[in-house]
């Protein structure tokens, strides 16, 4: 710990009164995050350090955290200034990682409608309070008990009286929303894609966090023949730009065979690129979504295998070789082809069974 | 003020929010829910979760919710009694039922909405109609 500001050092020998068990977390962007544990209550706590210079916006982040009560939110324990700058706040810790996580684990599809709409319900309370997010993205919600918990205050910005637009934040250009690019602005609308980017993360579609994924043969040309770092970098945002306007930034052919329709359409009517056309609240988006909840059945992988259950019945679709796949039925343990079902692709299979 | 007009049907939840200043209203959104199973738990605390959404978002001053009697031939069934109970257990505000009587009286539609929604717009009326007297 011999890296960080003086002021940091003293506000943590200051802090181990009440917490002991220490541990960084280099995930923590715009400070410095360290895990603890209460010496008295035992209570596993994420204590954020911010800087700011002395102003009335220093304390934003904190203040923007203790206004919104909603589960889906991630409540404010303690906050406290260590010097005219620095100051930290303190958060319960949740242990079962982020959406990353999630997401890397394959949830069911239920499970991942489910974290979409307790997203929505988080963004609802922060949107009632005339307040943006502007950052939403899987890093930045963390999982507690299975229900997520929007955590990253650094970006919330609050509209001001009579405005439904405030200036777009600079973060993470994959989520950025069409309309912040060329008008630097950002509105309710834009959480709204945001939360479509990440549903259709939850459900199995394919964003590349690794930037050069984006580039099409003649870009990786241009792009090779940069030098520059930051020039390497201000290309590749640029053509994550260009296919976020023209809505090419999601392939829905990556979504998993089982995802209906209507979850389809609810992907592409969250992340419209031209705001008057995309769902424009977050009750809107939740309520959508319980719709296209129901309309598909819980499919999930497990160990390669796509599952899906009715009734007392599993059914899996293995992998069988050369590519293909076929159907079994599992009853009291036993494996059986299930009848009148013939081999094929995943999607072949899958839409053969009822 | 604010009124959230509701109608089960079967494991929907139809709603239309209206609000007004005065005697005129215009509506401020409207959609439709389903309930994705009655025993499921998860699917209960989905739209537990949808249903607070909307309550976030509108901020309704009245829960307007169309009557179904809990018993007899025309009894409602499990899944609109629990996302009902589901509603009236997360809403704000004081819940007006609504009679069929009652928003027989009230003859407003909308045309741009569905036609599914309009005996919620109409439950919603019936409810500000009380409510201004």
């Keep these: 710990m011999c890296d960080y500001p003086e002021e940091i050092k003293d506000g943590l020998a200051a802090l181990e009164t009440d917490y002991r068990d220490f541990q960084e977390n280099n995930r923590g962007a715009n400070g410095f995050l360290f895990f603890a544990e209460n010496r008295i209550s035992g209570r596993s706590v994420a204590i954020k350090f911010y800087c700011g210079e002395p102003g009335e916006r220093q304390h934003d982040e904190p203040r923007q955290l203790a206004a919104i009560s909603s589960p889906n939110v991630l409540p404010i324990l303690d906050a406290r200034m260590v010097s005219d700058e620095w100051g930290y706040f303190a958060t319960p810790r949740c242990l ?17 409608v489910d974290a979409a709409i307790g997203i929505c319900r988080g963004v609802s309370a922060i949107h009632a309070e005339r307040m943006v997010h502007r950052d ?95 020039d390497r970098s201000l290309y590749v945002d640029g053509v994550i730009e260009r296919r976020a306007c023209a809505g090419r930034l999601l392939d829905l052919s990556t979504l998993p065979p089982w995802v209906s329709g209507a979850a389809r359409r609810c992907l592409n009517e969250l992340t419209e690129p031209d705001p008057s056309k995309r769902i424009s609240t977050v009750s809107e988006a939740a309520a959508k979504l319980t719709q296209v909840r129901a309309s598909m059945q819980d499919w999930w992988w497990d160990a390669g295998s796509a599952c899906v259950t009715h009734g007392q019945t599993r059914i899996e679709v293995r992998p069988v070789g050369d590519g293909s796949y076929e159907a079994f039925q599992i009853k009291n343990g036993t494996p059986r082809r299930v009848r009148g079902k013939r081999k094929g692709s995943l999607q072949q299979v899958v839409q053969q069974l009822p | 003020m604010v009124v959230l007009g509701v109608e089960f049907s079967a494991s929907d939840m139809n709603y239309v929010a209206i609000r007004s200043d005065g005697d005129s209203y215009e509506i401020m959104t409207s959609n439709r829910m389903t309930l994705g199973g009655t025993r499921d738990r998860n699917a209960l605390v989905a739209f537990q979760d949808a249903v607070k959404a909307v309550l976030n978002d509108v901020d309704p001053d009245i829960l307007a919710i169309k009557g179904k009697p809990e018993s007899g031939k025309m009894q409602a069934g499990a899944a609109s009694l629990k996302m009902e109970a589901i509603l009236l257990a997360n809403t704000p505000c004081a819940a007006d039922f609504v009679s069929g009587q009652r928003i027989n009286q009230t003859d407003d539609e909308a045309p741009s909405l569905y036609a599914y929604l309009q005996p919620a717009l109409k439950t919603a009326v019936a409810a500000f109609r009380r409510e201004i007297g």
């Design chain 1, 96 to 112: 079962d990682g982020d959406l990353d996580d999630l997401i890397e684990g394959f949830p069911s599809v239920h499970c991942a």
């Design chain 1, 136 to 230: 939403l993205k899987p890093g930045n919600i963390v999982l507690d008990r299975g229900a997520p918990r929007i955590a990253d205050f650094g970006s919330v910005r609050a509209l001001d009286e009579g405005e439904e637009t405030t200036h777009a934040s600079g973060h993470s250009v994959l989520y950025r929303p069409p309309e912040s690019f060329g008008t630097d602005t950002y509105g309710r609308g834009g959480d709204v894609y945001q939360i479509g980017l990440i549903t259709y993360q939850l459900l199995g579609g394919a964003l590349s966090y690794n930037p050069e994924a984006y580039l099409n043969r003649r870009e990786w040309k241009e792009y090779q023949e940069i030098e520059d770092q930051v």
